[in-house]
């Protein structure tokens, strides 16, 4: 079986590596449906708190913020 005969350098790895992790997808929004606002898919609504049809944050000004 073949084996490398030296070890690759740090800087070869990342540059292989940086099309994989720098192709990252911004994260997919829906609209609320109580308030019509666009959230991150299966997340509470940070304006108003609801998730599923049903309140479960208080929504304050530090989500807002």
Do not use: D, I, W
């Not at 940086?18 to 609209?31: H, V």
């Not at 109580?34 to 309140?55: D, I, L, S, T």
Request: positive net charge.
């Amino acid at each position: 079986m073949a084996v490398p005969k030296r070890r690759h350098s740090k800087s070869r790895s990342r540059k292989r590596r940086s099309r994989y992790y720098n192709s990252l997808k911004a994260p997919q929004l829906m609209e609320c449906n109580n308030c019509g606002n666009p959230k991150v898919m299966h997340r509470a609504c940070k304006f108003c708190g609801h998730y599923r049809g049903r309140q479960v944050v208080e929504p304050t000004e530090e989500l807002l913020g």
